[in-house]
C-alpha cells in the first residue's frame, strides 16, 4: 500500500503542474516537438523541486547525498533540455546544451548508484562492468539491427552519425553501468534508485528517439516526446511514498517491514535473483537472434563493422568472463579441498574418525586415526557398511537418521547436520561409545561426511559422577538420596503392603572421633558397613543415611518379625566383637529403630518413622530395638512444641523460683534452702519433670539455669544482708556444666548478688561424675577454687566409686529420698541409710537426708546422727515471701 508523506506535496499536485505546463504549450499553438520539449522541460522542474524538498527533511547523510546528485543531475538535463531548441540553429555538431544533457544524465547515474545499499568490490565490481558492457552491447546490437542501422544512410555520413548517436550511447552506458547496482533482488537499492534507474532508461530512449529524428528528419515519434515527462511525473513522487525496502526503524513504528541488504526472501528471491543474474545472457540471446534473422532476410544496414566488432567485443568478454568464472570454480574447488583436508586433520589430531559413507552405510574413505582409536586399518574398512561395526540395538536409529537425510537430500532440502550417539565395536572386541557428528558432503554424490569421537573416558567420568551422587565416599554403600528415591520407588508399586525401614545409630560414636580423630572414625565406619551388609539380605537396600546412622530398606519383609530379627541381626554384627581402630579395641553397640509400611504412609513418613523409634531406643538405652508406634510421633513433636514454649517462656518471664527448706535437725533451724524452678504456661502449672528434659535436650537449660542462678543470688544474698546466716543450694545438669563460660557465670552472679561463694552450694548427680569424668571433674575443680560448696545428689543410687570422693573434694552428699522412705519399716534401706550416714561423717562430710515426711523417720536420722534434712515434714517448697515467715524473730524486728 503506498502512503504520501506529505500531504502539501501530493502526487496529483505534482502530475496537474506538468499537464498545466503542457495545455499551455498546446494551447498556444506549439508544435508536438515543442509541446515535448515543453512537458519535459516542466516535469523535470517539478522533480528538481520534489527531490529538494526531500532532501532538506532526510537525516540519513548517504541517502541525502544521493538524492542531491538525483536533484542535480535533473536540473541540469533541466537546463539543457530548455535550451536545446535555440542551440539546434547553431552550426556546431554537437551543441553545448547537448553537453549539459549529458552532464545531466551522468550526475543522474551517479546518484542512482549511491542509492545501492551496498555497492560492489573486487571481483563482484569486474563482474558488474561485465555484465554492464554485455548489456549495453547487446541493446545497441539490438537497436542498431532494427533501427539505427536504416538510419545510417539518411544520416549525412560516419562523422555526422557518429556525433549524432554519441548521446543516446553514452546514455545507454550511463544506464547498464548503474543496473547491477541498484537491482533489489542483488543488493537490494530501494523504490528511489529502481525509479531512478528507469528515469535513465527513459532518458535513453527519449535521446534514442530524439537522434533518430536529427538523421532522418521524419517527425518525432509520440512515444519519445511523452516518455520522459511522464517518467519526471512518476519519479518526482517517488521521494514523497513510504519506503518500503529499507529495514524497519524502531523509532518509526508506523514503517512498513523492511527487506534485509543481502537475503532473499525463499525460494521467490532466490527465483528473483536467478533471473536478474541471467538478464545480459537473456539480451545477447535476443541480440544474436535479431542479427541472426536479419542476416537470413537480407543483410544488415549500415556498415558491417560495427556490429561485426560489438558481437566480437561480447563475445570476447563472455569468454573473459567464462575463464575467470572457470578459475574462481577451480580456486574454489582447492579451498574446499583444503578446509576438507585441514578439517581431516583436525578431527584426527583431536582423536576424532573422520569417513565418508552413502545414505546405505557403505564406507568410501576412512581417515587414518580409525586404526589408532579402534584398530582397524583403513583399507580393510573401505567398502563396508558401518553397520558392521555399530551395536545391533543402535542400528535401527541410525538407519533412520539416514534415511531422513537421504530424502531431504532427494527433497532439495540440503539434508541438514545429524547428532548421532552409538556404541562400536572396536578391534580388541570392546563396545565403545561413541558420540558422531553426519552432514551432507560439499561434493554431493549423496555422500555424508561423519565425524566421530570416542567418548568412553566421558562415559566412564559420568559414571563416576554419578555414582559420587547416590554413593557414599567414606563407606561405599547407597547415600541418603539414593535412599529416599529407592524408597519412594518401592511405596510406588501397586500391591506393595510388606515395605520396613531399619535405622540404625551407633552408640557413643561421637567419642570415638574424640578419642582417635574423624580418619579412624571413617574407618571404624567403613568396618560397620561391611559388616552390616554381611548382615543384610540381597534384595534389601543398605545405605549410610548421615554421621554414624544407616539406614536398611526391605522391599520384601514378610511378616513383621522378619524387620525384627533383621534390627537384632544389626545389633548383633555391631556389638559381637570390638572394631580395631588406631592400634586398639573399640566397642561399639547399636541403637535400632523399625517402621512398617501401610497403605496411606509415604516415603517420607516412613523413614521418618524409622528415624523416631530409632530416637526412642536410644533414649531409653542402647543396645535395644524399637519398632515404630503411634504415640512415639505425637510424643516428638509434643516435646518440639514444648522446646518452642520454652524459649517463649524465657522470652516471657514465666518462670518462677520456688525454695525449699534445708534444716539442722539437731536445732530445728533452717539453715539452707534449695532453689526450685516453676513453671506456669497460660495460667496453669507444669510439672518440672515435664520440662526439664526437653529443657536439657534442647540446649534451654543453660539459659534457664543461668537465669536461676542469678535470681537466687540475688535472694539469698537480700536475707544474708539481714544477718541472717542461710546458704543456696542449686542442681546442675549436664549440659550447664559443658557449657563454655560455664565457671564465669557462676562467678559473674556472685559478683553481681554479692552472696559469698561459700554460701553456694551446687549439686550435681553421681551419673554426671561417671559420663566424661574426667571434664567434669576440671570444671567442678574449678568451681571449688572459686570458693563454692559442692554435694552428690541422690547419693547411692548411680555409679560413682568412693574414688571420686577423694580425687574430688565434696562438702556434702545428699541421701536419695529412696533410701530416707523405707526407714523404719524395711530393715535394708535403714541399715543401708545408717552406713551412709557414718561414711558422711568418717569423710568429715555433712550429710543431707531427702524426702523426710514421716516423724519416725526423723526420729531414726537423728538417732543415727545425720546432720541436715528436708522433705515436707519439715517445710513444702515456698516462694520467697515464705521464706521470710521463716527468718528467726529477731532477725525481723531488725529489718
Known amino acids: 500500500m503506498i502512503r504520501w508523506r506529505d500531504p502539501r506535496v501530493p502526487p496529483a499536485a505534482v502530475a496537474g503542474i506538468g499537464v498545466a505546463g503542457l495545455a499551455a504549450a498546446l494551447a498556444d499553438g506549439a508544435s508536438a516537438a515543442v509541446a515535448g520539449t515543453v512537458a519535459g522541460v516542466a516535469a523535470a522542474a517539478v522533480a528538481v523541486v520534489s527531490l529538494i524538498m526531500a532532501v532538506l527533511r532526510i537525516a540519513d547523510r548517504r541517502e541525502a547525498r544521493a538524492w542531491r546528485w538525483l536533484a542535480g543531475g535533473a536540473a541540469t538535463w533541466l537546463a539543457g533540455a530548455g535550451v536545446r531548441p535555440i542551440a539546434d540553429g547553431t552550426p556546431f555538431a554537437v551543441s553545448f546544451a547537448d553537453l549539459m544533457v549529458l552532464a545531466g544524465t551522468a550526475m543522474l547515474a551517479i546518484g542512482t548508484g549511491l542509492c545501492a545499499v551496498r555497492p560492489a568490490y573486487g571481483r563482484a565490481s569486474l563482474r558488474d562492468a561485465s555484465d554492464a558492457y554485455v548489456s549495453a552491447a547487446s541493446i545497441f546490437l539490438v537497436g542498431w539491427v532494427t533501427l539505427l542501422g536504416p538510419a545510417y544512410h539518411?544520416?549525412?555520413?560516419?562523422?555526422?552519425?557518429?556525433?549524432?548517436?554519441?548521446?543516446?550511447?553514452?546514455?545507454?552506458?550511463?544506464?547498464?553501468?548503474?543496473?547491477?547496482?541498484?537491482?533489489?533482488?542483488?543488493?537490494?537499492?530501494?523504490?528511489?534508485?529502481?525509479?531512478?534507474?528507469?528515469l535513465l532508461a527513459a532518458l535513453t530512449a527519449t535521446e534514442t528517439a530524439g537522434a533518430l529524428t536529427r538523421m532522418t528528419g521524419d517527425d518525432p515519434s509520440p512515444f519519445g516526446l511523452w516518455l520522459a515527462p511522464v517518467a519526471f511525473l512518476l519519479f518526482a513522487a517517488v521521494p514523497w511514498c513510504r519506503r518500503t525496502a529499507r529495514a524497519p526503524d524502531a523509532s518509526d513504528p508506523g514503517d512498513d517491514a523492511g527487506v534485509d541488504a543481502g537475503t532473499d526472501a525463499g525460494a521467490g528471491g532466490q527465483a528473483a535473483s536467478s533471473l536478474i543474474a541471467a538478464v545480459p545472457l537473456i539480451l545477447v540471446l535476443v541480440a544474436t537472434v535479431a542479427l541472426v534473422l536479419r542476416l537470413l532476410g537480407g543483410g544488415v544496414a549500415g556498415p558491417p563493422a560495427v556490429p561485426a566488432l560489438v558481437a566480437t567485443s561480447v563475445v570476447a568478454v563472455l569468454v573473459v568472463r567464462l575463464f575467470v568464472m572457470l578459475a574462481d570454480a577451480g580456486r574454489m574447488r582447492r579451498l574446499v579441498d583444503l578446509g576438507e583436508r585441514q578439517l581431516q586433520d583436525l578431527a584426527e589430531s583431536t582423536g576424532d574418525v573422520v569417513l565418508l559413507c552413502d545414505h546405505a552405510g557403505v564406507v568410501r574413505e576412512i581417515g587414518e586415526g580409525v586404526e589408532v582409536t579402534y584398530g582397524y586399518r583403513p583399507e580393510d574398512m573401505v567398502g563396508g557398511s558401518i553397520f558392521d561395526y555399530i551395536h545391533p540395538e543402535d542400528v535401527p536409529g541410525i538407519q533412520m537418521a539416514l534415511r531422513a537425510m537421504s530424502l531431504a537430500d532427494e527433497q532439495a532440502e540440503g539434508g541438514g547436520t545429524c547428532m548421532i550417539g552409538c556404541r562400536v565395536r572396536a578391534a580388541d572386541g570392546t563396545w565403545r561409545p561413541t558420540e558422531s557428528v553426519a552432514t551432507r558432503h560439499s561434493r554431493g554424490e549423496n555422500l555424508l561426511l561423519v565425524t566421530t569421537r570416542d567418548v568412553s573416558g566421558q562415559e566412564a567420568l559420568r559414571n563416576q559422577v554419578a555414582h559420587l551422587t547416590f554413593h557414599d565416599g567414606v563407606t561405599g554403600l547407597p547415600n541418603r538420596a539414593y535412599f529416599e528415591e529407592r524408597t519412594r520407588e518401592v511405596l510406588a508399586r501397586p500391591g506393595v503392603n510388606s515395605v520396613a525401614v531399619v535405622f540404625l545409630d551407633l552408640d557413643g560414636f561421637t567419642a570415638v572421633n574424640d578419642s582417635v580423630g574423624h580418619a579412624s572414625g571413617d574407618y571404624l565406619l567403613g568396618q560397620a558397613a561391611r559388616r552390616l551388609r554381611a548382615a543384610v539380605r540381597a534384595d534389601d537396600t543398605l545405605a549410610r543415611w548421615g554421621g554414624d546412622e544407616f539406614a536398611v530398606l526391605l522391599e520384601v519383609a514378610g511378616d513383621a518379625q522378619t524387620a525384627v530379627d533383621l534390627a537384632e541381626r544389626l545389633v548383633r554384627a555391631v556389638s559381637a566383637e570390638p572394631f580395631r581402630v588406631a592400634d586398639r579395641d573399640i566397642a561399639m553397640t547399636a541403637s535400632v529403630g523399625v517402621a512398617f509400611a501401610d497403605e496411606e504412609v509415604s516415603s517420607a513418613d516412613l523413614i521418618r518413622n524409622a528415624d523416631v523409634a530409632m530416637a526412642r531406643a536410644k533414649?531409653?538405652?542402647?543396645?535395644?530395638?524399637?519398632?515404630?508406634?503411634?504415640?512415639?510421633?505425637?510424643d516428638v513433636v509434643r516435646r518440639l512444641e514444648l522446646a518452642a514454649d520454652l524459649q517463649r517462656a524465657l522470652l516471657e518471664d514465666q518462670f518462677a523460683i520456688e525454695y525449699q527448706p534445708m534444716m539442722d535437725l539437731a536445732t530445728s533451724r533452717v539453715t539452707a534452702v534449695e532453689a526450685l524452678v516453676r513453671w506456669w504456661r497460660d495460667g496453669a502449672f507444669v510439672p518440672p519433670e515435664r520440662f526439664l528434659g526437653p529443657a536439657e535436650d534442647t540446649g534451654l537449660i543453660v539459659p534457664l539455669g543461668e537465669w536461676i542462678l542469678r535470681r537466687a543470688c540475688r535472694e539469698v544474698a537480700a536475707w544474708r544482708a539481714s544477718s541472717w546466716d542461710i546458704g543456696l543450694s542449686l542442681n546442675l545438669s549436664a549440659r550447664q556444666i559443658m557449657a563454655p563460660r560455664f565457671v564465669e557465670t557462676v562467678e559473674s552472679a556472685l559478683a553481681e548478688s554479692g552472696l559469698p561463694p561459700s554460701a553456694l552450694t551446687l549439686e550435681v548427680i553421681e551419673e554426671m561424675l561417671v559420663e566424661d569424668a574426667e571434664e567434669t571433674l576440671t570444671r567442678l575443680s574449678e568451681l571449688r577454687e572459686l570458693g563454692v560448696r559442692l554435694a552428690i545428689d541422690d547419693f547411692g543410687t548411680g555409679y560413682a566409686s568412693l574414688a571420686l570422693l577423694r580425687q574430688l573434694p565434696v562438702d556434702m552428699i545428699k541421701v536419695d529420698p529412696s533410701f530416707v522412705s523405707g526407714l523404719g519399716a524395711d530393715e535394708t534401706l535403714t541399715l543401708l541409710t545408717r552406713t551412709i550416714v557414718r561414711l558422711g561423717h568418717d569423710l568429715g562430710l555433712i550429710v543431707v537426708a531427702e524426702g523426710i515426711e514421716r516423724p519416725e523417720q526423723l526420729d531414726l536420722l537423728r538417732e543415727m546422727g545425720c546432720t541436715r534434712g528436708q522433705g515436707f515434714l519439715v517445710a513444702r517448697p515456698m516462694d520467697a515471701r515464705g521464706i521470710d515467715d521463716l527468718m528467726p524473730a529477731g532477725l525481723h524486728s531488725a529489718v
Open 154 to 198: 539518411d544520416s549525412g555520413g560516419p562523422a555526422v552519425f557518429a556525433v549524432t548517436l554519441a548521446s543516446p550511447v553514452l546514455c545507454l552506458a550511463f544506464t547498464c553501468a548503474v543496473g547491477p547496482a541498484v537491482l533489489p533482488a542483488r543488493r537490494s537499492a530501494g523504490p528511489v534508485g529502481l525509479a531512478a534507474l528507469g
Open 619 to 634: 533414649d531409653i538405652g542402647g543396645p535395644r530395638v524399637e519398632v515404630f508406634a503411634a504415640h512415639m510421633h505425637a
